[in-house]
């Protein structure tokens, strides 16, 4: 074993070894090449955060990562009473106040519950406290595919007797009721903020479906209002039903998972196809007055595909005054964002149905990528949060990641559809990596809690170089936040101003990204 190879086995003992101020344990790292940078977790180890506690008036405190190696490096400064003219001034202004935030979080697909069911016991706890504890980055929105979904290890449904138009054959399946729910039921006991749960069926039962197979292209036989479609809303209903018997409660459904996307899929890819208008009279007729009728609280989302689709898909159905009603919100997915701004799409919609809340509910990189899976990669954590500050400064609520954890490969996935997670796990070695993409995601899901509300913010620039992305939030208890995104090869001076507070005198490191949180009083 060489001296890299030596200092890689003894690091983890080391960092243990270090007596520490505070509870925070430091990032165990591990290259993949030059700036591929991912922390290294197994049963004994994983680097930690302390939990958030609001600075003194008067300071503030800073969490940053970088390209150059920092993860959550938390730091703590003062106000100032004046700024020296900085090439780059962000002004904050609380008395301006837009979106309510529901949440961050990620899917617990069959993929990612088969992988972190991989590890030993202790490395399994260590992993789910990274996304759920006080000790990790917090998640509080929590996906689950009803039934299969590609990722999962073979096609299948709830119900697969065919005719069974009473569900009297409706059972849950053994990725629910050994893995899923007993994984929900160990985050939620970790987890400080309570967690929202939504479902997405990919699929239906074969026997509903107009190509005879859970597999492959094929729409809902029939139409709005007849047998297969109250049917198919009832499916909704009893999966909601035996989640509750187990004590796993939702907070929303989707109508269905890339309703139009999946057209372009691969062709064993499971789907149902509907068109906005068959979504909204699916909504009218049947599945709005059945979530109605049943016992449980739980919201609708629609749409849950592209933004390339709005706000056509929001004025089809939520046009409709009787599907607006049964209607929560829109669901979107990241894939195809780089075709349609952000402004004639998403804030196009919230402008014509503000009262109906945006929700980026699937994101992944490495989709149709050269390498699925390529650890330590700083560019795709960008990706994720310039995605993130877009998208927030256009009206949207929250931002939900794909699978939780994933295998080397970006599996498994029974139509080999791989991609990237933040988190990768190397079961043979029983350990995982956390990925930059983690991190970024813990700069907005740590600090910005549900409830917190996005603020004004003006930015005023001086120097042609001092760009850099940036959101600022009201949290509910009165906390201030600001994340600043520098995705430039260069460090970039700036000033923050809180006219009540007074003046922060820093700099965005090349390639960094950064939490400011402090609180007025």
Not at 357 to 365: I, P, Q
Request: with cysteine.
């Amino acid at each position: 074993m060489g001296a890299v190879g030596v200092l890689g086995w003894l690091l983890p003992l080391l960092l243990q070894a270090v007596p520490r101020a505070a509870g925070a344990r430091p990032c165990s790292p591990k290259y993949f090449g030059r700036d591929a940078m991912v922390c290294v977790c197994n049963a004994t180890y994983c680097d930690t955060l302390d939990p958030v506690v609001l600075p003194a008036s008067g300071t503030y405190v800073k969490y940053e990562s970088s390209k150059a190696g920092k993860r959550l490096e938390r730091s703590e400064g003062s106000f100032q009473r004046s700024l020296r003219a900085p090439g780059l001034l962000l002004t904050l202004n609380v008395s301006v106040l837009y979106q309510h935030v529901k949440g961050f979080g990620g899917s617990l697909s069959d993929a990612a519950a088969l992988n972190i069911l991989g590890l030993s016991r202790p490395a399994q706890d260590n992993l789910l406290c990274s996304y759920f504890s006080e000790s990790g980055i917090e998640y509080n929105l929590i996906r689950l595919p009803m039934a299969c979904s590609d990722f999962s290890v073979r096609p299948y449904s709830y119900d697969d007797v065919p005719h069974d138009y009473e569900l009297k054959h409706f059972r849950l399946a053994e990725e629910d009721v050994k893995m899923k729910i007993p994984l929900l039921h160990r985050a939620s006991a970790m987890s400080r903020r309570p967690l929202s749960l939504y479902a997405s069926p990919w699929t239906s039962p074969a026997w509903m479906k107009s190509n005879g197979d859970v597999r492959g292209k094929g729409t809902l036989k029939g139409q709005a209002g007849d047998k297969y479609h109250k049917t198919w809303a009832n499916y909704f209903i009893k999966f909601l039903d035996e989640y509750a018997k187990n004590n796993v409660t939702f907070w929303a459904v989707t109508a269905q998972n890339e309703p139009v996307t999946a057209l372009f899929a691969h062709p064993q890819f499971p789907t149902v196809v509907f068109t906005a208008a068959q979504q909204r009279d699916f909504i009218v007729r049947d599945l709005g007055p059945a979530l109605a009728r049943s016992p449980h609280r739980t919201r609708l989302i629609v749409l849950d595909d592209q933004r390339i689709h709005l706000p056509h898909w929001a004025k089809a159905v939520l046009g409709n005054a009787t599907a607006a009603r049964y209607v929560a919100g829109v669901g979107v997915h990241w894939y195809l964002d780089g075709i349609v701004p952000a402004s004639c799409s998403l804030e196009a919609t919230h402008k014509l149905f503000p009262d109906h809340f945006l929700l980026y509910t699937e994101a992944c990189s490495g989709f149709l990528a050269l390498f699925s899976v390529s650890l330590g990669c700083w560019e795709r954590g960008e990706r994720y949060s310039h995605s993130i500050l877009t998208v927030l400064n256009h009206f949207v609520a929250g931002w939900t990641d794909w699978n939780l954890a994933l295998d080397l490969e970006g599996g498994p996935n029974w139509v080999k559809n791989y991609v990237d997670s933040p988190v990768i796990v190397d079961s043979s070695k029983d350990v995982f990596y956390k990925q930059p993409m983690f991190y970024h995601l813990g700069h907005f899901s740590k600090f910005i809690p549900e409830g917190s509300r996005r603020m004004g913010l003006h930015s005023r620039r001086r120097c042609l170089t001092c760009r850099l992305e940036h959101v600022a939030v009201l949290r509910p208890d009165g906390a201030l936040v600001l994340v600043v995104l520098n995705r430039f090869g260069w460090d970039v001076p700036f000033g923050i101003q809180d006219p009540a507070v007074g003046f922060i005198e820093t700099v965005a490191p090349a390639n960094s990204i950064q939490t400011y949180l402090w609180h007025q009083q």
